[in-house]
């Protein structure tokens, strides 16, 4: 679970910028739904800049963060290539600029560049695998080994910094808002972080990956 970016697929972070020639980038503000869950998908996306946030709604109304993308990548096009209703939701986090690539797009950039598609299939795989995560972690994991994984996924900024609040943190890992503080609070004792406004700073990284891991600290 987490946060998407181009270097863990080991691909060029040029790979999607051939979608642009075909239509310009559409900005899109802070908090701005993009598509809901279970609408029919006519088009994926390819996010040039800012943050996009994917979850899921429960029939109780509870939301399920499955990950954050950064700059770079692409977004919803597992339901765009298997013709079913979107499982997801996804809004935007921060400022965007966002291309559409629908069907017309797709079949005339595979026929000018046709390794894109592999660029494509390895992607897809990416989501398959996240999906998983999700499920093991959910089934198998402790709230503090999810929490310390979630917060070694984010992108770390100056000083070991990352962006996020309680409750996302809380959506993220399927726990309570309670459960999240709790394990905060927990690390901040011990040292390991120290939590600002919207902000954690990681204080030690190798006591986040042995709880990320299971290990006893």
Not at 20 to 48: C, D, M, N, R, W
Not at 96 to 109: A, K, P, W, Y
Not at 130 to 141: G, P, R
Request: charged fraction near 20%.
């Amino acid at each position: 679970m987490g946060y998407f970016n181009m270097k863990e697929l080991g691909l060029p972070e040029n790979s999607w910028q051939p979608f642009e020639q075909h239509y310009p980038p559409s900005v899109f503000p802070p908090g701005q739904l993009i598509y809901l869950q279970g609408s029919t998908a006519t088009s994926f996306y390819y996010l040039k800049s800012g943050r996009v946030k994917v979850f899921i709604n429960s029939e109780d109304g509870s939301e399920k963060i499955l990950t954050v993308y950064d700059a770079g990548n692409l977004f919803g096009e597992a339901s765009f290539f298997d013709e079913l209703p979107r499982v997801s939701s996804a809004i935007t986090v921060t400022r965007c600029e966002i291309v559409m690539i629908d069907h017309h797009v797709l079949v005339r950039e595979m026929a000018e560049n046709p390794e894109i598609m592999l660029t494509l299939m390895k992607s897809l795989s990416r989501t398959v695998r996240m999906l998983s995560d999700h499920v093991d972690n959910m089934a198998f994991l402790q709230a503090d080994q999810r929490i310390a994984r979630y917060l070694l996924s984010i992108p770390v900024e100056g000083e070991d910094l990352v962006r996020c609040t309680q409750d996302e943190i809380a959506a993220a890992v399927s726990v309570s808002r309670v459960t999240a503080s709790r394990v905060l609070n927990r690390f901040v004792h011990s040292g390991i972080l120290k939590t600002g406004y919207g902000t954690i700073h990681l204080l030690d990284l190798k006591r986040l990956k042995q709880y990320a891991n299971h290990d006893s600290c």
